[in-house]
């Protein structure tokens, strides 16, 4: 009986890529995926004395996750900053509550946030309103932007493009800002 394979959470998989071997000519592929791994098992007619070699996802530089397939950019994806996403999500939220439940809001508790709040509720309750409607439109237009990018710079997976929506939905420029700034690997065209 063998032990199971550590589940070190902070270690994300990557993909399985499958490439040629240059040393046993470009019919034999290798299968890569990193480290080696006692418990990894090669697919069918793979080599199992196959050179590892990092594939295509993992951690970037700033710590975000990505993903992708060994076809390259079609399924890239890039999660966003965690701070930035807990940024808005605490401003969408308390904007919520501003909005739709101004009367359980504990303004004396809240220092110089509560004593601002309670002068916008009180006085322009209805800008607060409209601002708020106006956010989620604007998040509903960054998202399909986004679905547009992903065509326009190649990521074809629908995976991909879903996560790149929701995620341009519920977080907006945080986001986008990602996609935005991401520039594919052209192919050489011969």
Same mark, same amino acid.
């Given at each position: 009986?063998?032990?199971?394979?550590?589940? @070190?959470?902070? &270690?994300?998989? +990557?993909?399985?890529? $499958?490439?040629?071997?240059? =040393?046993?000519?470009?019919?034999?592929? !290798?299968?890569? *995926?990193? %480290? %080696?791994?006692?418990?990894? +098992?090669?697919?069918?007619?793979?080599?199992?004395? =196959?050179? %590892?070699?990092?594939?295509?996802?993992? +951690?970037?530089?700033?710590?975000?996750?990505?993903?992708?397939? /060994? =076809?390259? =950019? !079609? /399924?890239?994806?890039? +999660?966003?900053?965690?701070?930035?996403?807990?940024?808005?999500?605490?401003?969408?939220?308390?904007?919520?509550?501003?909005?739709?439940?101004?009367?359980? #809001? %504990?303004?004396?508790?809240?220092?110089?946030?509560?004593?601002?709040?309670?002068?916008? &509720?009180?006085?322009?309750?209805?800008? $607060?309103? @409209?601002?708020?409607?106006? /956010?989620?439109?604007?998040? &509903?237009?960054?998202?399909?932007?986004? #679905?547009? $990018?992903?065509?326009?710079?190649?990521? !074809?997976?629908?995976?991909?493009?879903? $996560?790149?929506?929701?995620?341009?939905?519920?977080?907006? #420029?945080?986001?986008?800002? #990602?996609?935005?700034?991401?520039?594919?690997?052209?192919?050489? *065209? !011969?």
């Amino acid at each position: 009986m063998t032990s199971p394979p550590d589940l @070190n959470p902070s &270690v994300i998989p +990557r993909p399985l890529v $499958l490439e040629p071997d240059r =040393a046993r000519g470009p019919d034999r592929e !290798t299968c890569s *995926q990193g %480290p %080696p791994n006692p418990h990894h +098992r090669h697919p069918a007619g793979m080599a199992g004395g =196959a050179r %590892p070699r990092p594939g295509p996802a993992g +951690r970037s530089p700033r710590g975000a996750t990505t993903m992708a397939t /060994a =076809a390259g =950019a !079609t /399924a890239y994806f890039q +999660r966003g900053s965690l701070f930035w996403f807990t940024v808005i999500t605490l401003s969408f939220g308390y904007h919520t509550w501003v909005v739709f439940w101004p009367q359980s #809001i %504990p303004y004396q508790s809240l220092g110089p946030l509560g004593s601002f709040t309670q002068y916008l &509720v009180d006085h322009h309750h209805t800008l $607060l309103s @409209n601002g708020y409607w106006l /956010a989620w439109l604007i998040h &509903v237009g960054e998202s399909l932007y986004a #679905i547009v $990018l992903c065509k326009h710079k190649g990521i !074809t997976s629908g995976r991909a493009r879903l $996560l790149w929506f929701l995620q341009t939905f519920l977080f907006g #420029i945080a986001s986008l800002s #990602i996609l935005i700034a991401y520039k594919p690997k052209r192919q050489k *065209q !011969t």
